[in-house]
């Protein structure tokens, strides 16, 4: 039997460090690759801050004004009433689809299924999206000068004129088929309110 000359041997070990290296740097060059692509699971920082409810202070929205935030991509509204527009909120019952928000599409939570659709009557929050095919509605109008809304004060969606009072209860007869979606909320002090989150402390 032939023994391998030192020649051989010289070569075979040249071919096992090549083979380890190319195995290293293979190796490097997966994981390289691996890793980013396993991030891209994660959530960026801005989809986690668009999914997280929302502080606002409710100190600067004079009686009559409307502020929208942003939560989960859509616009909220929150409209704060003047006792005039508490009081046309109380005139609408008998031309309104569902005043008791009764209907199922965008169920309102328990502490907004009152006339008002709020915590507290004098903060109208809702999500600024027409229940019909996602339009935006205009407004809070003011009674008489809109023709859509007449007598009324309130909302109304220019695609296909829905309208709605200032609780955001859809009028009888429009394509809207359901009331404003009223989000979850809870108020961490007189002058702040969360949106996002109605979990009891």
Not at 102 to 117: G, H
Request: charged fraction near 20%.
């Amino acid at each position: 039997m032939s023994t391998p000359t030192a020649a051989a041997e010289a070569a075979d070990g040249e071919r096992r460090t090549a083979v380890i290296a190319t195995c290293v740097v293979g190796g490097a060059g997966a994981v390289a690759a691996v890793v980013p692509f396993v991030g891209s699971f994660a959530p960026s920082e801005r989809a986690k801050a668009a999914g997280a409810p929302v502080e606002v202070d409710l100190s600067t929205i004079a009686p009559g004004e409307m502020k929208t935030v942003e939560w989960r991509g859509k616009p909220v509204w929150i409209l704060h009433r003047t006792p005039e527009m508490i009081e046309a909120v109380k005139k609408t019952e008998d031309r309104l689809a569902d005043p008791n928000s009764e209907r199922t599409a965008y169920p309102t939570p328990p502490y907004a299924k009152n006339q008002l659709r709020a915590i507290k009557p004098e903060y109208f929050i809702a999500v600024g999206i027409c229940s019909h095919l996602g339009c935006s509605p205009v407004g809070p109008k003011a009674p008489n000068t809109d023709a859509a809304l007449g007598p009324d004060a309130g909302f109304l969606c220019p695609c296909h004129g829905s309208t709605f009072d200032l609780a955001g209860r859809v009028f009888k007869n429009k394509p809207a088929p359901d009331n404003l979606e009223v989000p979850p909320h809870k108020y961490l002090s007189d002058a702040v309110v969360l949106i996002g989150d109605d979990a009891q402390a």
